[in-house]
């Protein structure tokens, strides 16, 4: 069974600030997915990778699959960046995601 | 940009009752699954289904919950008579194939199912 752990639970930052959150799982992966949840609830899938780096606008999401860890940073952080980022794996080659707890940011002016 | 699209966005039932929720995957996607968020608590999975069966289940998918595909369009997910615990908001997804590139899940906007 994979565990899913994210850092922060819980993040406040300034309009601007360079913001990173952390993943780290327990088992080896297929596949990791970023996703962000807004406040109504929806999901929406920013990355997935399965290895190295990528890039969309002020969003960059890593991975290091030796460590078992994958960050994903906002550089230039807006209010509208403000939701619940999740982390979430594939395993092997298993469908299903597996979900991390989120982390909660709230970008203020 | 296509879409995966859920209904109702918010459903109220008894206990005990059979609801019914219904998605709409993306048309040309091939997979699909259900999962549920408890307020306050994680995304889990329930089920994927992929060629007309089930692929994988959780231990939350008991015999209370079925799924079907019952035409070319719609996934439904049932919930045979609903308990309390069963509050939760519900979330569709859909992905194209397993292999890497084209496993992205899609979400949809979800289904917030409130047992009274």
């Known amino acids: 069974k994979n565990e899913v752990e994210q850092s922060p639970q819980n993040l406040t930052a300034q309009e601007g600030e360079f913001i990173t959150i952390n993943c780290s799982y327990s088992v080896g992966i297929s596949a990791l997915h970023w996703l962000q949840q807004h406040p109504g609830g929806g999901i929406v899938s920013l990355f997935m990778l399965s290895s190295g780096k990528k890039k969309h606008g002020r969003l960059i999401a890593t991975i290091n699959i030796q460590e078992k860890h994958s960050s994903l940073h906002i550089t230039a952080s807006h209010p509208r960046d403000s939701a619940v980022y999740i982390c979430?794996?594939?395993?092997?080659?298993?469908?299903?995601?597996?979900f991390g707890t989120g982390t909660r940011l709230q970008v203020t002016l | 940009e296509p879409e995966v699209t859920q209904t109702p966005s918010h459903q109220v039932t008894q206990m005990g009752q059979e609801v019914i929720l219904r998605c709409v995957p993306i048309s040309n996607h091939l997979y699909f699954y259900w999962y549920r968020q408890i307020l306050g608590q994680k995304v889990e999975f329930l089920v994927s289904?992929?060629?007309?069966?089930?692929?994988?289940k959780s231990e939350i998918f008991d015999d209370q919950f079925s799924v079907e595909r019952p035409d070319g369009s719609n996934f439904t997910l049932k919930i045979r008579s609903t308990k309390l615990e069963d509050s939760a908001m519900y979330f569709c997804?859909?992905?194209?194939?397993?292999?890497?590139?084209?496993?992205?899940?899609?979400f949809g906007a979800g289904t917030r199912l409130s047992v009274l």
């Open positions: 997804a859909s992905s194209e194939a397993l292999r890497l590139a084209k496993n992205i899940q899609y």
């Open positions: 979430a794996v594939h395993t092997g080659t298993a469908s299903k995601l597996t």
């Open positions: 289904f992929y060629n007309n069966e089930i692929s994988e």
